[in-house]
Each structure stands twice: as structure tokens, then as C-alpha cells.
């Protein structure tokens, strides 16, 4: 494996007036392609701040961040914007779908960005949605979708550009513990069977134990980094 994300000495310190609140403090550590990373730890541990910088969403206070080899973490607005567009697909707790678009239309919709000819939108999306087992419901608005299902929408959207990283957040926050599981083990396959490299962010020790490594976080610092079966042991409650 090759090295996708590296970070080193990164910091993040929100302003609340005259009040500095330091979310990351001093965050050092690389991903290479193609791993399953879960990134825990309790609110205020300092994980979404993290997972926001790697998606390009927000800025280190200092410290530097690696994609592919290019330092990213200082590029402009518009650099990031084709980053997040090419490089970087995104699952969300809420699937954020149109609910008055078709799947096929809803996972066409980031290539249109991209200047793609109507018939190959169609066929990659078509491609994406057969790969996420939603081949029979391409033609299905979200409302005739299941939570699962839907979820399964917005990752076939989070894949269709081909990205080099995929980061969730809370993907199975709003699901059922079967539906959690199913979706849990689509991520499993895609990282598996396609080589996507998956970065989740939860909460939960049983959803964390689907990734090959956990990396824990406390008070803005990484407190543990390693394969689940140690991880999940030094957790505190």
C-alpha cells in the first residue's frame, strides 16, 4: 500500500469571542490507500474536526495535511471545491438525497458538475447503484426507498466520480441495528472487493469493529491507534 493521508502536528482552535477552545492539539498520523479506518471517540473528542479537515470542509489553525502527496491544507476555496468534487466522496448521517429525483438522477447529480455526456452520467450511474445492490430500484424517488436503501443512494453518489477516499460520518446514525450491519458490510465489500480506501467516523464500539483499524480520540489527541481487537479493549465506558 501506498500512503494516501498524512497529517502531522495538526491544530484546530475555535474562537468564541474572547475564548479560545481547542478542538485538535498537535494530531500526527498517515492512512495509507486502501485501508477501513474508524475514527472514534466521545462528542467534543475532536473527531469531527478532524474528519472535516481531511474533507477539505474546514482549515487547520496550523499543522499541515497531505492528500496524494499535495499539501492541501492551505489550498484555496476553489481548489478545494474540485477536491471534494474528484477526489473525496462523502456518506452523511442524513442521506441528504432530492427527494423528488430518482436514485439514477440523485447519483448523476456530481457528475453533471464534471461535464459528462448524458449518456455516460447514465451508465456510470447505473454502474454505481448495481454495485451497491440497487439495480431493480434506479427508477424509485426516495420515498419509495427504505432508510437503508436510501443510505445505500447516497454512497453509490459518493463513489460515482471515482474517488481515492471515502469519509462517513455517522453513515448508520439514523438506521436500525440489521440495516446498520448491512450497511456496514456494503463499506466492508467496497473496500475489500473495488481497494476504495474508507474512512467512518462513530461513536459506537460494534460499528467501529466492521473497519480494520481504529484510531480513538480524546480531549483533541489520538489516544489510541490500532486494529479493532486491541482498540476496543482500552476504550473507556
Given at each position: 500500500m501506498?500512503?494516501l493521508i498524512?497529517?502531522?502536528?495538526?491544530?484546530?482552535i475555535y474562537?468564541?469571542?474572547?475564548?479560545?477552545?481547542p478542538a485538535?492539539?498537535?494530531v500526527?498520523?498517515?492512512?495509507?490507500?486502501?485501508?477501513f479506518v474508524?475514527?472514534?471517540?466521545?462528542s467534543?473528542?475532536?473527531?469531527s474536526?478532524?474528519?472535516?479537515?481531511?474533507g477539505?470542509?474546514?482549515r487547520?489553525?496550523?499543522?499541515?495535511?497531505?492528500?496524494e502527496?499535495?499539501?492541501v491544507?492551505?489550498?484555496?476555496?476553489?481548489?478545494?471545491?474540485?477536491?471534494r468534487n474528484?477526489?473525496?466522496g462523502?456518506?452523511f448521517?442524513?442521506f441528504?438525497?432530492l427527494s423528488?429525483?430518482?436514485?439514477?438522477?440523485?447519483v448523476?447529480?456530481?457528475m453533471?458538475?464534471?461535464g459528462?455526456?448524458?449518456?455516460?452520467?447514465?451508465a456510470?450511474?447505473?454502474?454505481?447503484?448495481?454495485l451497491?445492490?440497487?439495480?431493480e430500484?434506479?427508477?424509485h424517488?426516495?420515498?419509495?426507498l427504505?432508510?437503508g436503501?436510501?443510505?445505500?443512494v447516497?454512497?453509490?453518489?459518493?463513489?460515482?466520480?471515482?474517488?481515492?477516499?471515502?469519509?462517513?460520518?455517522?453513515?448508520?446514525?439514523?438506521l436500525?441495528?440489521?440495516?446498520?450491519n448491512?450497511?456496514?458490510a456494503?463499506?466492508q465489500?467496497l473496500?475489500?472487493d473495488?481497494?476504495?480506501t474508507?474512512?467512518?467516523?462513530?461513536?459506537?464500539?460494534?460499528?467501529a469493529?466492521?473497519?480494520?483499524?481504529?484510531i480513538v480520540f480524546?480531549?483533541?489527541?489520538?489516544?489510541?491507534?490500532?486494529?479493532?481487537?486491541q482498540?476496543?479493549?482500552?476504550?473507556?465506558?
Amino acid at each position: 500500500m501506498s500512503e494516501l493521508i498524512r497529517v502531522e502536528n495538526l491544530h484546530k482552535i475555535y474562537r468564541m469571542g474572547d475564548v479560545e477552545v481547542p478542538a485538535l492539539c498537535g494530531v500526527n498520523l498517515t492512512v495509507e490507500r486502501g485501508e477501513f479506518v474508524a475514527v472514534m471517540g466521545s462528542s467534543g473528542s475532536g473527531k469531527s474536526t478532524f474528519m472535516n479537515i481531511l474533507g477539505c470542509l474546514d482549515r487547520p489553525t496550523s499543522g499541515k495535511y497531505w492528500l496524494e502527496g499535495e499539501e492541501v491544507g492551505s489550498l484555496s476555496a476553489d481548489e478545494w471545491a474540485h477536491i471534494r468534487n474528484k477526489r473525496i466522496g462523502f456518506v452523511f448521517q442524513g442521506f441528504n438525497l432530492l427527494s423528488r429525483t430518482t436514485a439514477l438522477e440523485n447519483v448523476e447529480l456530481p457528475m453533471m458538475y464534471n461535464g459528462y455526456a448524458s449518456k455516460d452520467r447514465h451508465a456510470r450511474a447505473v454502474e454505481v447503484l448495481s454495485l451497491v445492490g440497487l439495480a431493480e430500484r434506479h427508477d424509485h424517488t426516495p420515498n419509495r426507498l427504505s432508510g437503508g436503501q436510501q443510505q445505500r443512494v447516497a454512497i453509490a453518489r459518493a463513489l460515482v466520480n471515482k474517488p481515492s477516499l471515502i469519509l462517513a460520518d455517522e453513515p448508520t446514525g439514523n438506521l436500525d441495528t440489521v440495516t446498520s450491519n448491512d450497511i456496514m458490510a456494503l463499506f466492508q465489500r467496497l473496500n475489500s472487493d473495488q481497494g476504495i480506501t474508507v474512512i467512518i467516523v462513530t461513536h459506537e464500539a460494534d460499528i467501529a469493529e466492521h473497519a480494520k483499524r481504529q484510531i480513538v480520540f480524546r480531549d483533541g489527541q489520538v489516544v489510541a491507534d490500532h486494529p479493532h481487537q486491541q482498540v476496543i479493549a482500552r476504550m473507556e465506558p
